[in-house]
């Protein structure tokens, strides 16, 4: 059955991971943890990945065990440049134009900074709506609540007719277990959880094509 209702992800999902968006962003969190917390520099890593296991979020780790503020934090770790990092897709565009599907952004982002990037894009228009990490209560994906609002916040459509388009692999359980379709972009790790892969995003519209 053909989806009614698509959830995309933005980072390294919308467009290729080579991009270097992530690595901007990354060395924005790193920079945060060092001058806006003062946790020394060769502490970072570590507990960015402790929070990340433990938050599902390095925001919500530093919100949880140093108080910081979130808004403050999406600020400052996504002041990049993007547009030397991204330009507008046509082709994406296209595609996302002639698919009949509602198509929502779901995002462990904020949405300041999703609409960056969709106008980067020159895509913001193609989207019905965005469930960002504010939408969801700071509850990030992986997190099945999380799923639950982006779904509710799209109108409630049957989890049968929802499919959800993510680059990483552990993004896609939650999801699945809740009835929706699974779609692995950039196929970057073998899973055997999601129920396509494709090496593109402009792979999408032939999956029901």
């Keep these: 059955m053909k989806p009614s209702c698509i959830f995309f992800d933005v980072d390294d999902t919308l467009y290729p991971p080579q991009r270097g968006v992530w690595a901007e962003i990354a060395r924005r969190i790193n920079q945060y943890m060092m001058e806006r917390v003062g946790i020394p520099e060769l502490e970072?890593?570590?507990?960015?990945?402790?929070?990340?296991?433990?938050?599902?979020?390095t925001c919500n780790g530093l919100r949880a065990e140093k108080g910081i503020d979130p808004a403050d934090y999406y600020r400052?770790?996504?002041?990049?440049p993007l547009d030397r990092l991204l330009a507008p897709d046509p082709d994406l565009r296209r595609m996302l134009k002639t698919?009949?599907?509602?198509k929502f952004v779901f995002s462990n982002a904020d949405e300041t900074y999703i609409r960056r990037v969709l106008s980067t894009l020159a895509v913001a228009d193609c989207f019905h709506g965005i469930v960002d990490i504010f939408a969801t209560g700071l509850v990030p994906k992986p997190a099945e609540e999380a799923y639950r609002t982006a779904n509710r916040l799209a109108g409630s459509p049957p989890p049968d007719r929802c499919?959800?388009?993510?680059?990483m692999p552990r993004n896609l359980p939650p999801a699945r277990g809740l009835g929706w379709t699974t779609i692995l972009v950039h196929g970057r790790t073998p899973d055997g959880i999601?129920?396509?892969?494709?090496?593109?995003?402009?792979?999408?519209?032939?999956?029901?094509?």
């Design 76 to 80: 400052y770790v996504h002041d990049i």
């Design 99 to 102: 698919m009949p599907q509602k």
């Design 163 to 167: 499919a959800l388009v993510d680059d």
């Design 194 to 209: 999601a129920h396509h892969r494709i090496e593109s995003i402009y792979r999408l519209s032939d999956l029901w094509a």
């Design 44 to 57: 970072v890593n570590a507990l960015r990945e402790h929070y990340f296991e433990t938050y599902g979020t």
